[in-house]
Nanobody, 122 residues
Framework: QVQLVESGGGLVQAGGSLRLSCAAS????????MGWFRQAPGKEREFVAA????????DYADSVKGRFTISRDNAKRTVYLQMNSLKPEDTAVYYC???????????????WGQGTQVTVSS
Protein backbone atom coordinates (compact mmCIF):
# COMPACT_ATOMS: atom_id res chain seq x y z
CA GLN A 1 0.00 0.00 0.00
CA VAL A 2 1.09 3.53 -0.74
CA GLN A 3 -0.41 6.63 0.82
CA LEU A 4 0.05 9.94 -0.94
CA VAL A 5 -0.32 13.41 0.57
CA GLU A 6 -0.16 16.49 -1.63
CA SER A 7 0.75 19.99 -0.46
CA GLY A 8 1.77 23.34 -1.88
CA GLY A 9 -1.44 24.43 -3.54
CA GLY A 10 -2.85 27.90 -3.14
CA LEU A 11 -3.88 31.13 -4.82
CA VAL A 12 -1.46 32.79 -7.23
CA GLN A 13 -1.68 35.49 -9.87
CA ALA A 14 -1.32 34.69 -13.53
CA GLY A 15 2.34 34.48 -14.46
CA GLY A 16 3.31 33.31 -11.00
CA SER A 17 4.75 30.03 -9.78
CA LEU A 18 3.91 27.28 -7.32
CA ARG A 19 5.62 24.06 -6.36
CA LEU A 20 3.47 21.11 -5.43
CA SER A 21 4.82 18.28 -3.32
CA CYS A 22 3.55 14.75 -2.88
CA ALA A 23 4.88 12.78 0.06
CA ALA A 24 4.52 9.02 -0.12
CA SER A 25 4.55 6.37 2.54
CA UNK A 26 5.90 2.91 1.94
CA UNK A 27 9.35 1.44 1.64
CA UNK A 28 9.19 0.87 -2.11
CA UNK A 29 8.57 4.44 -3.23
CA UNK A 30 11.66 4.36 -5.43
CA UNK A 31 10.12 1.61 -7.55
CA UNK A 32 6.88 3.48 -8.30
CA UNK A 33 6.00 5.51 -11.33
CA MET A 34 4.56 8.83 -10.19
CA GLY A 35 2.11 11.08 -11.95
CA TRP A 36 0.26 14.35 -11.55
CA PHE A 37 -3.29 14.86 -12.76
CA ARG A 38 -5.73 17.72 -12.40
CA GLN A 39 -9.46 18.26 -12.46
CA ALA A 40 -11.11 21.59 -13.07
CA PRO A 41 -14.74 22.26 -12.07
CA GLY A 42 -17.12 20.61 -14.51
CA LYS A 43 -14.32 18.86 -16.37
CA GLU A 44 -12.86 15.38 -16.39
CA ARG A 45 -9.61 14.62 -14.67
CA GLU A 46 -6.69 15.07 -17.04
CA PHE A 47 -3.07 14.03 -17.20
CA VAL A 48 -0.43 16.64 -16.36
CA ALA A 49 2.92 14.88 -15.99
CA ALA A 50 4.57 11.58 -15.16
CA UNK A 51 8.01 10.44 -14.08
CA UNK A 52 9.60 7.00 -14.10
CA UNK A 53 10.90 5.34 -10.98
CA UNK A 54 14.47 6.49 -11.64
CA UNK A 55 13.53 9.93 -12.89
CA UNK A 56 15.15 9.25 -16.24
CA UNK A 57 11.87 9.45 -18.16
CA UNK A 58 9.31 12.22 -17.95
CA ASP A 59 6.19 13.02 -19.92
CA TYR A 60 4.05 16.14 -20.03
CA ALA A 61 0.69 17.17 -21.36
CA ASP A 62 1.04 19.58 -24.26
CA SER A 63 -0.81 22.24 -22.27
CA VAL A 64 1.92 22.40 -19.60
CA LYS A 65 5.05 21.46 -21.56
CA GLY A 66 7.75 24.07 -21.09
CA ARG A 67 6.04 25.55 -18.03
CA PHE A 68 5.81 22.64 -15.58
CA THR A 69 8.57 20.34 -14.38
CA ILE A 70 8.10 17.04 -12.58
CA SER A 71 10.90 15.68 -10.40
CA ARG A 72 11.39 13.25 -7.56
CA ASP A 73 13.61 12.68 -4.57
CA ASN A 74 13.51 9.00 -3.75
CA ALA A 75 15.43 9.49 -0.50
CA LYS A 76 12.67 11.82 0.68
CA ARG A 77 9.88 9.73 -0.91
CA THR A 78 8.59 12.88 -2.52
CA VAL A 79 7.61 13.91 -6.02
CA TYR A 80 7.37 17.55 -7.04
CA LEU A 81 5.59 19.57 -9.67
CA GLN A 82 7.17 22.95 -10.31
CA MET A 83 4.63 25.15 -12.06
CA ASN A 84 5.79 28.36 -13.72
CA SER A 85 4.04 30.94 -15.88
CA LEU A 86 0.72 29.88 -14.46
CA LYS A 87 -2.45 30.69 -16.34
CA PRO A 88 -6.07 30.95 -15.14
CA GLU A 89 -6.81 27.76 -17.09
CA ASP A 90 -4.39 25.90 -14.81
CA THR A 91 -6.92 26.33 -12.00
CA ALA A 92 -7.87 22.87 -10.75
CA VAL A 93 -7.49 20.34 -8.00
CA TYR A 94 -4.14 18.64 -8.55
CA TYR A 95 -3.76 14.97 -7.69
CA CYS A 96 -0.68 12.88 -7.18
CA UNK A 97 -0.79 9.26 -8.35
CA UNK A 98 1.47 6.21 -8.08
CA UNK A 99 1.73 2.82 -9.69
CA UNK A 100 4.29 0.05 -9.55
CA UNK A 101 4.02 -0.88 -13.23
CA UNK A 102 1.95 1.57 -15.27
CA UNK A 103 3.67 4.56 -16.89
CA UNK A 104 1.37 6.64 -19.03
CA UNK A 105 -1.29 9.28 -19.45
CA UNK A 106 -4.38 7.28 -18.55
CA UNK A 107 -5.65 7.47 -15.00
CA UNK A 108 -4.90 3.77 -14.46
CA UNK A 109 -2.62 4.48 -11.54
CA UNK A 110 -3.33 2.34 -8.48
CA UNK A 111 -2.85 4.92 -5.75
CA TRP A 112 -4.14 8.47 -5.47
CA GLY A 113 -3.80 11.36 -3.09
CA GLN A 114 -6.61 13.58 -1.85
CA GLY A 115 -5.67 16.50 -4.04
CA THR A 116 -4.59 20.10 -3.49
CA GLN A 117 -6.34 23.15 -4.88
CA VAL A 118 -4.51 25.49 -7.24
CA THR A 119 -6.24 28.73 -8.16
CA VAL A 120 -4.73 31.16 -10.66
CA SER A 121 -6.28 34.60 -10.78
CA SER A 122 -6.21 36.78 -13.87
Amino acid sequence: QVQLVESGGGLVQAGGSLRLSCAASGRTFSSYVMGWFRQAPGKEREFVAAISWSGSRTDYADSVKGRFTISRDNAKRTVYLQMNSLKPEDTAVYYCAADDTYYGRRDDYAYWGQGTQVTVSS
